[in-house]
Every structure is written in C-alpha cells, then in structure tokens.
C-alpha cells in the first residue's frame, strides 16, 4: 500500500500517485459506481485526486461531488486538488476560448468547486495555464483570502515555466505547493529547460500529467520504436505491462514527481500502484528517452 508524503516544505501530503479524474464523465460511471472506484483506489493509497473545474464540459466536480454525498465518510480520506483559469466555449458566455486570472473569476471558481465537491475547504488549487495578461498582484490577492479564510489549504500552479512560477512566488507570503506539468517519454521538454530544476532547488515534487501521452504511446504509428524498447525493458525488470515501465521512468527523475493516473479501470490503476516497487537502471532510462526522441545524447 503506498504511503502518503510531503510534497514541498510547508506543502501538502499526498499520495505518492494521484487518481485524475479528466474523464470522468467519458467513464459513463453512475454515482455508486464512482463511489465503489474511489474506494478501490483508496484501499491502494491513492488518496490524491486531482479535477479542474473545466473538465467534462464543466461536470465533473459536481459529478464526482454525487459520488461523495452518497458516501459523507470518504471526503476526509480524500486530499482533493482542482484548478481554475481556463474558460472554455462549453459556456455560452465565452465567445471564444481564453485564459481568465482575475481575483474575481479566481475566488468564483473555487466557491464552485466547493458547492460542487459538498466541502468547506480545497486541499490544493492550481492555476491551470499560464495567462499572458495574468496580474501576479491579483492572482495572490484572492489565493491569500481564500486561505485566509480557510476555504483552500494549498495553492500551486500548472504549466508554469520557472519564471512564471518564480513571479507568482514572489507575491506571496506562503510557498507554492507544486507545479503540475506534463511530463512522459513523449514530451521531455521540461526535463532540460530548467522547470524540474526548480522543483529540485525547492525541493518541490511536480505532479505529472499525460505520462502515456494521452493514448499516443499504444496507438501512433511514430512510437513503434518507442514500443519496442519498453517491451524489451519491460522483460527485463519483470514488468506486467509497458505502461509500468513508463511510470517507473517518470518516477525516476530526481525531482520525484507525482504521476496522475487517467484511467477508470481498477485494473490499470492497480497496475500503476505496483510500478512503484520497479526499477529501471540510468542504461535502461537512456534507452526509452533515446527511443522516444529518436537520436542519442550528444
């Protein structure tokens, strides 16, 4: 069973991966069924969730919220993270999509997503994008009331470059959490440009979105090289599967980021929880980023 940890100084204990709930609404769940899934993740150590108020057309928190009134005792097992930021057409008001950052649209969202969870307090709430016309002085007046006021424990960010992150830092009096970036074998852009550089020097771990690519690494023809390598590393540690292997080479980078799992089925969840006891060697490392990229180190 895997252990909760810290996961920044001051920051937050999470489990060591984290249940994303994205799909939720593609999984076509009903209420106690979401309910006997949050249980099975549980009972693994998986107590981390992670929504956006923007995901399944703006229904997923208040879908997963059904889940949590039919069964009041798991929300204090539960570590609930969501974000804010994005506004997408699925409204009508939005005549186009956009990146919204204001104090008001900011403490709106999060007064949302506690109606919609059935809460009194957020664990942690990110801000989703990066958004070029964001207010670093605005967006910190509403992160501190909200944690003044008790409604948000945590804040952090996601898809923040290292100066984005370091600009919103500076307005605050408390640390940033974390920020939530994609990170797999199929999008390495953050593991040379000085974003896991950061997390290390804060010592704060990175929650890792699309770790399989969004379903590109079983089905674009371009990563059949990819493919191969991790079946042949996957015989070599004894993996069940090539999706443990990819786990386990996120796992490895010494920022120790946290992997979110997109999955509905239980069995690939339980999957994922036991590539935690894999792994893979810097040779064996080299050989899937080798296979990913498509050429060598220089």
């Known amino acids: 069973m895997l252990q909760p940890q810290q996961i920044a100084p001051q920051g937050p204990t999470f489990s060591p991966l984290i249940m994303g709930y994205w799909r939720l609404m593609e999984w076509g769940m009903t209420a106690q069924q ?34 949590l009134k039919l069964a009041p005792g798991l929300r204090e097992k539960l570590q609930i993270v969501t974000k804010c930021g994005i506004a997408t057409r699925a409204k009508a008001e939005h005549q186009i999509g956009h990146y919204i950052t204001e104090a008001r649209h900011i403490l709106q969202s999060a007064e949302n997503s506690l109606r919609h969870f059935g809460t009194d307090h957020l664990d942690l709430l990110l801000i989703h994008r990066p958004d070029p016309l964001m207010d670093a002085d605005e967006v910190a007046e509403a992160f501190l009331a909200l944690h003044q006021s ?25 640390t940033l959490a974390t920020n939530q970036l994609e990170i797999s074998p199929l999008e390495q852009s953050t593991l040379l440009d000085g974003t896991l550089d950061q997390c290390q020097q804060l010592r704060m771990r990175p929650m890792a979105w699309s770790c399989l690519g969004g379903g590109r690494l079983f089905n674009d023809p371009h990563y059949q090289p990819l493919r191969d390598e991790l079946h042949q590393i996957q015989q070599e540690i004894g993996a069940s599967n090539i999706e443990q292997v990819v786990y386990a080479w996120v796992m490895k980078l010494p920022s120790h980021p946290l992997p979110i799992i997109g999955s509905g089925k239980t069995a690939r969840v339980s999957d994922a929880v036991a590539a935690c006891q894999l792994t893979l060697d810097r040779q064996q490392w080299f050989r899937i980023r080798k296979a990913a990229l498509g050429y060598d180190v220089p």
């Not at 309910?35 to 997923?60: K, M, N, P, W």
């Not at 424990?153 to 605050?172: I, K, M």
């Open 34 to 67: 979401c309910v006997q899934f949050i249980e099975h993740h549980l009972s693994l150590g998986i107590t981390t969730v992670d929504h956006a108020d923007i995901y399944g057309d703006y229904r997923c928190e208040a879908t997963f919220g059904e889940a």
């Open 150 to 174: 008790g409604k948000v424990r945590h804040f952090g960010v996601s898809n923040f470059t290292p100066t984005q992150f370091t600009l919103l830092q500076s307005r605050l009096p408390f």
